[in-house]
Antibody, heavy 127, light 108 residues
Framework: QITLKESGPTLVKPTQTLTLTCTFS??????????VGWIRQPPGKALDWLAL???????RYSPSLKNRLTITKDTSKNQVVLTMTNMDPVDTATYYC???????????????????WGQGILVTVSS | DIQMTQSPSSLSASVGDSVIITCRAS??????LNWYQQKPGKAPELLIY???SLQSGVPSRFSGSGSGTDFTLTISSLQPEDFATYYC??????????FGGGTKVEIK
């Protein structure tokens, strides 16, 4: 059974850097194709993909936020860390981490999806 | 970036109704489309992957179809536990994943 859980501060001040940790079990980065992503959701709004890291340390970032985001993994601890710099009140949201599954096809591009997700952590940006 | 547009943004339906939610991509994404269900205060859960494949454990009243730019999620015979918000997500562009704006299904 795969589980993920987010941890970190629930309140940060504007201009500060946010560091969130996703601790997971039930899978390992030593398995080819494994990925962990971060997605956020402002209160009452839609889901917004932020970043993704793969088993081979390949990293992907949302184009609109890439200058503020860094994603890393600690394979020995089964953790993924997301940092977001220069936090602003508009960054107030629930932040989720999720396991990404991969299905390889005959096409050049494998199918991927997020399953399961962590419970999320609400981060409020306020002075 | 690929934009995903869902319609309607909300709908009211009764238990037993059949519901169709539409998701349109701004460019051809083949079958790289996933659907999630989110209940209030909870994390999203996967319903459908690769446009039409039902996730294990998801009731068969949920089905997905479409390819290219137009996709649908159908809930046949709506149940009380199906009242939630539904999101589509494209995975065609691994450099920039994106979600739709969501469709809230409410009780009439």
């Amino acid at each position: 059974q795969i589980t993920l859980k987010e941890s970190g501060p629930t309140l940060v001040k504007p201009t500060q850097t946010l560091t969130l940790t996703c601790t997971f079990s039930g899978f390992s980065f030593s398995t080819s194709g494994v990925g962990v992503g971060w997605i956020r959701q402002p209160p009452g709004k839609a889901l917004d993909w932020l970043a993704l890291i793969y088993w081979d340390d390949d990293k992907r970032y949302s184009p609109s936020l890439k200058n503020r985001l860094t994603i890393t993994k600690d394979t020995s601890k089964n953790q993924v860390v997301l940092t977001m710099t220069n936090m602003d009140p508009v960054d107030t949201a629930t932040y989720y981490c999720a396991h990404q599954r991969t299905m390889y096809s005959t096409d050049w591009n494998p199918f991927t999806w997020f399953d399961p997700w962590g419970q999320g952590i609400l981060v409020t940006v306020s002075s | 970036d690929i934009q995903m547009t869902q319609s309607p943004s909300s709908l009211s339906a009764s238990v037993g109704d059949s519901v169709i939610i539409t998701c349109r991509a701004s460019q051809n994404i083949s079958s790289y489309l996933n659907w999630y269900q989110q209940k209030p205060g909870k994390a999203p859960e996967l319903l459908i992957y690769a446009a039409s494949s039902l996730q294990s454990g998801v009731p068969s009243r949920f089905s997905g179809s479409g390819s290219g730019t137009d996709f649908t999620l159908t809930i046949s015979s709506l149940q009380p536990e199906d009242f939630a918000t539904y999101y589509c997500q494209q995975s065609y562009s691994p450099l920039a994943l994106s979600f739709g704006g969501g469709t809230k299904v409410e009780i009439k």
